[in-house]
């Protein structure tokens, strides 16, 4: 763009010997307007033009190209320090000063050619970077989607489990969930993956499906945890294990069951923020032993007085300031003694956020607090035998006997696969639940009086007695080498339509008078449920020594919600 004729069709000739297509303009506003049309690789700019100056044209041209970069070179013959300085600022990239030397002219031309070809792959990256970034988001929108629906399927908010999860990035590599097995006992799940974000979330994936299944389907949280660790070793790498702390609350009996592999401790509190019992890791995380060396041995605590479960992950305590000091365990305890139990999670958190101060959180933080109760205020099932003209419940005809020697009886969980046959011959979950609790019930009667000969007077021997009592029904249990149960149920039609149950046991028997007293509020640590059992059925026999028990479990229309 010159006004020059001479110099431009010089410069234009100069231009097409060294390879180049050339487009020409008289001025600045016959420039500008050529650039809207042609849309050039590269202007050679001539400052004094009439119409409209290079300075001017250079700016306007700036401004149409946006984004899009185009290189300007000045052509001028003002050599002043201003002038330079203007033309810069009105957005040329390199001048060149009058009369032209061509040499110096082409290497320019050459350096902005390389300029221009990096510019263009810049563009190109960053082009594709943004579609990846859009795929990206796109794809996280969608897992958060699925995990979000894994992770909560089958999953109502109980009213004793309050938990909260911050994940370090989009994704959190821990998982907290909560589910009521058949007859109605509490288990809760804290799981911290390794790593973080989407490839730690995919970790507890496998864990989501068995914790919710076999809890629905009555499983004790030991076969639930051995259950987790082979479908881990089986899934995953091996270097992607899960710490994991799972818990099984029975209101009946007023006990925690845990089990705690990797998480920091547990710890129950009273009200007033004392701790009363820790449940430390007692074995390695998911997904690391194999079945022969896996354990799935429970801590057990009956608690006496109300309180609270806190679990956390280690991403709570392992937190540092920033002069590197962690959180701990003195921070969490700090934490539980200085507010109302009511307020817990969240002045944990309060506390960890000041603690950080400007400092990042580098890992997954998760807390989770389950209510443990007083007996007195866990409802008993309001269940009332109902007279024969209510009855419209039928499941058809059928018998199923079970017999089971000793090593079936050490290594079998019968009750899930019971539950499960009267699932699928048509109970409906409501009497799923009540058939749960009576079976349970006289199995485990049958097999810890009858079989191992526990006397649960042992539970009130001492402080401790109702572990004491835990430790010897699992090394009897570990060592029976002789016994059977034998379970059968049918459907019977007297005067109502029933669910029979019988069960026999081949141990000495025992006297089950003692432990048939009546359902009250008044807490003692056996004797329930036999007396739940006589509430929830029509009528109960027990024969002989104790060894044999029948039960008439009345199948009535299901009481509305």
Same mark, same amino acid.
């Given at each position: ?159 004793? /489990?309050?938990?909260?999860?911050? *994940? %370090?990035?989009? #994704? ?7 589910? $009521? +097995?058949? =007859? ?73 069951? /845990?089990?705690?592999?990797?998480? *920091? %401790?547990?710890? #129950? ?7 009363? $019992? +820790?449940? =430390? ?281």
């Amino acid at each position: 763009m010159d006004d020059n004729r001479l110099n431009v069709v010089t410069t234009s000739t100069y231009c097409r010997t060294w390879g180049h297509s050339v487009v020409t303009a008289m001025d600045g506003a016959q420039a500008v307007e050529r650039y809207q049309i042609e849309r050039p690789d590269l202007i050679l700019m001539d400052v004094m033009m009439p119409v409209m100056n290079g300075f001017d044209a250079t700016a306007r041209i700036r401004t149409l190209a946006g984004s899009n970069w185009v290189p300007i070179i000045l052509l001028t013959a003002l050599g002043s320090e201003e002038n330079l300085v203007q033309g810069i600022a009105s957005g040329a990239d390199d001048y060149l000063t009058k009369p032209v030397n061509f040499t110096i002219l082409r290497e320019k031309i050459r350096v902005m050619e390389r300029i221009a070809t990096i510019q263009g792959q810049l563009t190109e990256s960053l082009a594709g970077l943004q579609e990846y970034r859009d795929k990206a988001e796109e794809e996280r929108v969608l897992a958060a989607h699925v995990m979000d629906r894994i992770v909560g399927f089958g999953q109502e908010n109980d009213e004793l /489990v309050s938990y909260r999860i911050i *994940p %370090a990035l989009n #994704f959190s590599g821990d998982l907290v969930a909560s589910a $009521r +097995t058949p =007859a109605g006992d509490l288990h809760v799940i804290l799981a911290d993956a390794t790593g973080h974000g989407l490839a730690a979330a995919l970790n507890i994936i496998p864990m989501i499906e068995v914790f919710y299944g076999m809890t629905e389907k009555g499983f004790p949280i030991s076969r639930i945890t051995t259950e987790m660790n082979r479908k881990i070793r089986r899934l995953m790498p091996r270097e992607r294990f899960v710490a994991a702390a799972l818990v099984s609350v029975e209101f009946s009996s007023n006990t925690i069951s /845990v089990w705690n592999g990797g998480c *920091p %401790a547990a710890l #129950f509190a009273n009200e007033n923020g004392e701790v009363l $019992r +820790t449940f =430390a890791s007692m074995h390695p995380p998911l997904g690391i032993m194999v079945d022969s060396t896996f354990s799935a041995d429970l801590e057990v605590y009956q608690w006496t007085t109300p309180g609270k479960l806190m679990m956390c992950s280690d991403g709570l305590l392992e937190a540092e300031d920033p002069q590197g000091i962690p959180f701990g365990s003195a921070g969490l305890t700090r934490a539980l003694l200085s507010t109302p139990s009511s307020t817990w999670l969240d002045n944990i958190l309060d506390a960890l956020h000041r603690h950080l101060g400007s400092a990042p959180q580098i890992d997954d933080v998760s807390l989770v607090s389950l209510e443990c109760r007083d007996l007195s205020s866990v409802v008993t099932p309001d269940i009332s035998v109902h007279s024969p003209q209510q009855v419209i419940y039928d499941i058809g005809q059928w018998y199923l006997g079970v017999r089971l020697g000793h090593k079936e009886i050490r290594n079998i969980d019968v009750l899930p696969f019971l539950l499960d046959w009267c699932r699928q011959a048509g109970l409906d979950e409501y009497h799923l639940g009540n058939f749960f609790v009576i079976i349970a019930e006289l199995y485990n009667n049958a097999l810890d009086h009858g079989l191992l000969g526990l006397d649960s007077r042992i539970k009130i021997e001492s402080e401790d007695g109702f572990e004491r009592y835990i430790r010897l029904r699992t090394e009897r249990l570990q060592s029976l080498e002789s016994g059977r149960i034998s379970v059968d149920l049918s459907i019977v039609k007297e005067r109502f339509p029933a669910l029979r149950i019988r069960l026999v046991d081949s141990g000495p028997g025992f006297d089950h008078a003692v432990y048939g007293r009546t359902i009250s509020n008044d807490y003692v640590p056996f004797g329930r449920g036999i007396a739940l059992v006589r509430h929830l059925c029509q009528r109960v026999e027990f024969r002989g020594r104790g060894n044999e028990v029948i039960a008439y479990y009345p199948l009535m229309e299901t009481p509305p919600n």
